[in-house]
């Protein structure tokens, strides 16, 4: 009789969670997983696919606008936010049958609730109890929000994806990917909207050209900046708040919505006490196997607060089975990992930013583009992008492109392909450009920079 109930017991059932049961399931394990919520996880129900379906939405009116220029007129434009949430909410519970089916082929058993360690082998899920020889936890991350008076008359990222209606004014309070992607979200559906934050510049660790560019751009699309100050209360009034500032000034609005960060999902599931070491923030310390202090617990994605993406939640799941269950041990390389900012317009990068790369190679040749989208030359959009590639000036190998602007994350993404392999100015020289597109200005440029 075996020893345990199951060779793997996950904990989370996000996309890495998912992908590891599958595997593990696949390669003979015996695997249970165990959801609070349900199967899906943060991107797939509370983040990247619905924020992006919104994104989508709220570009239309652009499109419309847009597309006067090309001698389109329409008589009347209308939005149903109702209907638009509705037919969001359908399309996640299409990808969250899905993603029960794909566990349920793979022999994987779902169960339902919130697991806690009770020891390195054990999980308690309501008054049941179940063993494993190994457990993962992945359990991802969970909008965090500072303790200011007032501060539970905002909402987080969840619930604005739920708002029964859109809000007229809203008060977006951070600096970061959620506070500028919901930001050009509003704006586009035609809320008033005030983004507020701590810092001088949005999304803190990006080249500082894309963070410069995407400001003004913020800015022509009527989104009012407020950096370098914080809401010190939020106060109920007739209709609203009133959203008190640390600059003496205050914000009307109807909705405020706190985009400050995410933490480690881990409070209260039993890792302490279980003796799993933990970060200040409450991330799971893993080695490069993914695994904790305790030899058996493994950990990955959010939760241990490394590069906090879906793909690279899904690399170190895959990793892990492979490790684990499949006798071929693989770990993750984070080097030169792609990712994509979908504010307004899109931001994406891959590599170094500018600073990052003097401080690693300190000669660098920096390749500046800033044009026009032809998509926009026959109309009123005034909306500009910007390509950027960093050179060590040494091995003249391309170490980061950067853009803002149309389709800029399907074109980093094959750039990425590019930067990976360790390619240098002179494969991106020798590549013939597709014309007309935005692309081609990463294998045009030829002047760097002057210093």
């Not at 410069?212 to 009527?222: G, I, P, R, T, Y």
């Amino acid at each position: 009789m075996p020893k345990f109930d199951y060779d793997l017991i996950t904990i989370g059932a996000g996309s890495g969670g998912v992908r590891a049961s599958r595997l593990a399931g696949s390669y003979g394990a015996r695997v249970a997983i165990v959801e609070e919520l349900r199967e899906g996880g943060t991107c797939v129900l509370r983040g990247c696919v619905p924020k992006k379906l919104l994104v989508y939405g709220s570009h239309v009116t652009e499109e419309i606008t847009d597309a006067e220029g090309y001698g389109w007129s329409f008589e009347s434009v209308d939005h149903n936010w109702t209907k638009m949430i509705q037919a969001k909410n359908n399309e996640l519970d299409r990808l969250h049958q899905i993603y029960v089916e794909l566990l349920d082929k793979a022999g994987v058993e779902r169960i339902s609730g919130r697991g806690v360690l009770i020891d390195r082998n054990t999980v308690r899920v309501g008054e049941k109890e179940i063993t494993a020889e190994r457990i993962l936890v992945a359990v991802g991350g969970w909008p965090n929000k500072p303790d200011i008076p007032g501060i539970e008359h905002s909402i987080s990222s969840n619930e604005a994806l739920e708002l029964s209606e859109r809000p007229k004014r809203i008060v977006i309070v951070g600096s970061g990917y959620i506070a500028v992607e919901f930001a050009g979200i509003f704006a586009g559906f035609g809320s008033e909207v005030d983004i507020v934050f701590r810092a001088d510049k949005v999304l803190r660790g990006f080249d500082i050209d894309l963070r410069n560019a995407l400001m003004e751009e913020m800015a022509k699309k009527s989104v009012k900046i407020h950096a370098e100050c914080l809401p010190e209360r939020i106060e109920k009034i007739k209709g609203g708040y009133k959203v008190h500032l640390s600059n003496n000034k205050h914000i009307e609005a109807d909705q405020v919505l706190y985009a400050t960060g995410r933490v480690p999902n881990t409070k209260g599931l039993g890792l302490e006490e279980t003796g799993v070491n933990l970060q200040e923030n409450g991330a799971i310390i893993v080695n490069e196997w993914n695994q904790s202090n305790i030899s058996n617990i493994y950990a990955l994605g959010d939760v241990t607060d490394r590069i906090n993406l879906t793909p690279v939640a899904i690399a170190e799941a895959q990793a892990f089975a492979e490790t684990v269950f499949n006798k071929n041990p693989k770990n993750m390389d984070y080097s030169d990992i792609p990712c994509a900012v979908f504010s307004q317009p899109p931001i994406s990068s891959v590599g170094l930013s500018e600073d990052e790369a003097r401080n690693k190679f300190g000669a660098i040749d920096v390749y500046l583009s800033g044009f026009r989208p032809m998509k926009y030359t026959m109309t009123k959009n005034p909306e500009r992008g910007l390509q950027k590639l960093i050179v060590d000036r040494k091995s003249q190998r391309v170490v980061g492109a950067h853009m803002i602007g149309v389709d800029a994350p399907e074109i980093i993404q094959g750039i990425a392909i590019a930067i990976k392999a360790k390619a240098t100015k002179a494969d991106f020289d020798s590549t013939i450009g597709i014309h007309p597109t935005a692309a081609e200005e990463f294998v045009t440029m030829r002047q760097p920079r002057a210093e």
